[in-house]
């Protein structure tokens, strides 16, 4: 009888996987590289509070964010802004027992260009695991599937060159969103050297007597060269009438604000 064997991977970008009761810490690593040929070391613990030894791999890989926050992944060492041929790691497989932790050693080494210094750089290290198998019979003259599901966890890793201080962004355009009226797209770009939070919000004042409304402000991160859109909507609470709306952008004390403005009618 033919075996088929299906392979399910699911990324997540969470460490506390209550399932598989693994915890991972720290969950994004930073190193401040400043010169040629200089290094870092920094421990990744993983923690297995499961009842039955649990088995991983370790890995590098590329990575970026669309406009929506999502993540992209791509082999490492293939985009310019990596720093995966920067790292080493002590092990490549790493076995844990049942109540126990294990520790992974991460070092960053600087090149000898020092232009690779004058920005920032990111990569992903992943740790996978592959130890939970559900045989499946779909009847007895038919195929039998073996369901092998791949934990990946992914830990982001960035340098920042310490001499880096001063984040850059603007804003860029605030559009309604055709399917809800309620709705602006707001576009800010990070055209820093250094990856910047962002905290966005709409300020709403009521063109006939003043009144003012501030929305809840989102967070969001954005590397150098990046762009992000932001969707922010007016409350229901907001009645009809002409309105100016503020899309506000803040992304640091030391920053100025960025703001796009715009008169609008909600009927």
């Not at 009842?51 to 929506?68: A, C, I, P």
């Not at 967070?219 to 150098?224: G, L, R, T, W």
């Amino acid at each position: 009888m033919r075996r088929l064997f299906f392979l399910i991977f699911i990324s997540v970008s969470f460490f506390d996987l209550s399932a598989q009761q693994i915890n991972i810490n720290p969950s994004i690593v930073e190193f401040h590289l400043q010169n040629i040929g200089s290094s870092e070391t920094q421990v990744i613990t993983i923690t297995n509070n499961s009842s039955k030894t649990q088995s991983f791999e370790v890995s590098l890989g590329d990575w970026n964010r669309k406009v929506d926050g999502a993540h992209d992944y791509f082999k490492p060492n293939t985009k310019p802004y990596s720093c995966a041929s920067w790292l080493t790691f002590d092990k490549n497989f790493i076995e844990i027992p049942a109540g126990k932790s294990g520790e992974i050693t991460l070092t960053m080494q600087a090149p000898n260009n020092g232009q690779e210094l004058e920005s920032m750089k990111w990569a992903m290290l992943f740790i996978q695991g592959a130890n939970l198998k559900k045989p499946i019979t779909n009847g007895p003259n038919e195929a039998k599937a073996s369901i092998q599901e791949i934990i990946r966890m992914g830990i982001h890793v960035y340098q920042t060159p310490p001499s880096l201080m001063e984040p850059s962004a603007k804003a860029i355009s605030l559009l309604p969103v055709k399917e809800n009226k309620r709705m602006y797209n707001f576009e800010i770009e990070n055209n820093g050297k250094i990856m910047i939070t962002g905290r966005s919000h709409l300020e709403i004042t009521n063109l006939t007597n003043s009144q003012e409304t501030t929305t809840e402000a989102k967070e969001f991160p954005v590397f150098p060269g990046g762009k992000r859109v932001i969707p922010l909507e007016i409350p229901a609470t907001i009645k009809p009438g002409k309105y100016s709306i503020l899309a506000v952008l803040d992304y640091g004390e030391n920053a100025s604000l960025e703001a796009i403005e715009k008169t609008i009618e909600i009927k």
